[in-house]
Nanobody
Framework: VQLVESGGGSVQPGGSLRLSCAASGFTFSSYFMSWYRQAPGKERELVATIGSRGWSTNYAESVKGRFGISRDNAKKMVYLQMSNLKPEDTAVYYC???????WGQGTQVIVSS
Protein backbone atom coordinates (compact mmCIF):
# COMPACT_ATOMS: atom_id res chain seq x y z
CA VAL A 1 0.00 0.00 0.00
CA GLN A 2 1.36 3.38 -0.99
CA LEU A 3 -0.29 6.71 -0.36
CA VAL A 4 1.24 9.96 -1.60
CA GLU A 5 -0.32 13.23 -0.48
CA SER A 6 0.20 16.58 -2.18
CA GLY A 7 -1.31 20.02 -2.48
CA GLY A 8 -0.52 21.52 0.90
CA GLY A 9 0.88 24.98 1.38
CA SER A 10 0.53 28.27 3.19
CA VAL A 11 -2.65 30.30 2.88
CA GLN A 12 -4.29 33.19 4.63
CA PRO A 13 -7.41 32.69 6.73
CA GLY A 14 -10.43 32.39 4.48
CA GLY A 15 -8.38 30.86 1.69
CA SER A 16 -8.75 27.53 -0.05
CA LEU A 17 -6.60 24.53 -0.86
CA ARG A 18 -7.18 21.23 -2.60
CA LEU A 19 -5.28 18.23 -1.31
CA SER A 20 -4.70 15.15 -3.44
CA CYS A 21 -3.74 11.61 -2.56
CA ALA A 22 -2.47 9.06 -5.05
CA ALA A 23 -3.04 5.47 -3.97
CA SER A 24 -1.46 2.26 -5.20
CA GLY A 25 -0.80 -1.30 -4.10
CA PHE A 26 -4.38 -2.29 -3.29
CA THR A 27 -7.81 -2.48 -4.88
CA PHE A 28 -8.60 1.19 -4.39
CA SER A 29 -12.25 1.04 -5.42
CA SER A 30 -13.03 -1.51 -2.70
CA TYR A 31 -11.99 0.59 0.28
CA PHE A 32 -13.26 3.51 2.25
CA MET A 33 -10.75 6.37 2.24
CA SER A 34 -10.20 9.02 4.87
CA TRP A 35 -8.27 12.19 5.48
CA TYR A 36 -6.70 12.73 8.88
CA ARG A 37 -4.71 15.63 10.25
CA GLN A 38 -2.22 16.14 13.02
CA ALA A 39 -1.43 19.51 14.47
CA PRO A 40 1.75 20.16 16.45
CA GLY A 41 1.47 18.68 19.92
CA LYS A 42 -1.89 17.09 19.21
CA GLU A 43 -3.12 13.62 18.34
CA ARG A 44 -4.01 12.68 14.81
CA GLU A 45 -7.70 13.29 14.16
CA LEU A 46 -10.15 12.08 11.55
CA VAL A 47 -11.27 14.85 9.22
CA ALA A 48 -13.39 13.16 6.55
CA THR A 49 -14.29 9.74 5.15
CA ILE A 50 -15.70 8.67 1.82
CA GLY A 51 -17.28 5.36 0.89
CA SER A 52 -15.75 3.03 -1.65
CA ARG A 53 -17.97 4.30 -4.46
CA GLY A 54 -18.06 7.87 -3.29
CA TRP A 55 -21.74 7.79 -2.42
CA SER A 56 -21.33 8.42 1.31
CA THR A 57 -19.25 10.98 3.14
CA ASN A 58 -18.73 11.94 6.76
CA TYR A 59 -16.97 14.92 8.28
CA ALA A 60 -15.65 16.06 11.61
CA GLU A 61 -17.89 18.74 13.09
CA SER A 62 -15.04 21.23 12.93
CA VAL A 63 -14.86 21.08 9.13
CA LYS A 64 -18.48 20.50 8.11
CA GLY A 65 -19.61 22.97 5.50
CA ARG A 66 -16.02 23.99 4.70
CA PHE A 67 -14.31 20.79 3.49
CA GLY A 68 -15.36 18.35 0.79
CA ILE A 69 -13.94 14.86 0.23
CA SER A 70 -14.16 13.19 -3.16
CA ARG A 71 -12.55 10.35 -5.08
CA ASP A 72 -11.83 9.18 -8.59
CA ASN A 73 -11.67 5.40 -8.61
CA ALA A 74 -10.44 5.26 -12.20
CA LYS A 75 -7.42 7.37 -11.27
CA LYS A 76 -7.04 5.89 -7.76
CA MET A 77 -7.13 9.37 -6.29
CA VAL A 78 -8.82 10.91 -3.28
CA TYR A 79 -9.17 14.65 -2.77
CA LEU A 80 -9.92 17.08 0.02
CA GLN A 81 -11.23 20.47 -1.03
CA MET A 82 -10.76 22.91 1.84
CA SER A 83 -12.43 26.30 1.88
CA ASN A 84 -12.75 29.13 4.38
CA LEU A 85 -9.61 27.89 6.06
CA LYS A 86 -8.94 28.86 9.65
CA PRO A 87 -5.68 29.00 11.64
CA GLU A 88 -6.85 25.97 13.60
CA ASP A 89 -6.80 23.97 10.37
CA THR A 90 -3.01 24.17 10.42
CA ALA A 91 -1.71 20.61 10.48
CA VAL A 92 -0.08 17.85 8.49
CA TYR A 93 -2.80 16.13 6.47
CA TYR A 94 -2.70 12.42 5.70
CA CYS A 95 -4.87 10.19 3.59
CA UNK A 96 -5.60 6.69 4.81
CA UNK A 97 -7.14 3.53 3.42
CA UNK A 98 -9.40 1.97 6.04
CA UNK A 99 -8.24 -1.52 6.91
CA UNK A 100 -4.56 -0.88 6.27
CA UNK A 101 -1.88 0.29 8.66
CA UNK A 102 0.11 2.30 6.14
CA TRP A 103 0.40 6.07 6.15
CA GLY A 104 1.89 8.42 3.62
CA GLN A 105 4.30 11.23 4.39
CA GLY A 106 1.52 13.76 4.68
CA THR A 107 1.24 17.27 3.30
CA GLN A 108 1.63 20.39 5.42
CA VAL A 109 -1.13 22.99 5.56
CA ILE A 110 -0.42 26.32 7.26
CA VAL A 111 -3.15 28.88 7.69
CA SER A 112 -1.78 32.18 8.89
CA SER A 113 -2.06 35.87 8.21
Amino acid sequence: VQLVESGGGSVQPGGSLRLSCAASGFTFSSYFMSWYRQAPGKERELVATIGSRGWSTNYAESVKGRFGISRDNAKKMVYLQMSNLKPEDTAVYYCHAQGFGSWGQGTQVIVSS
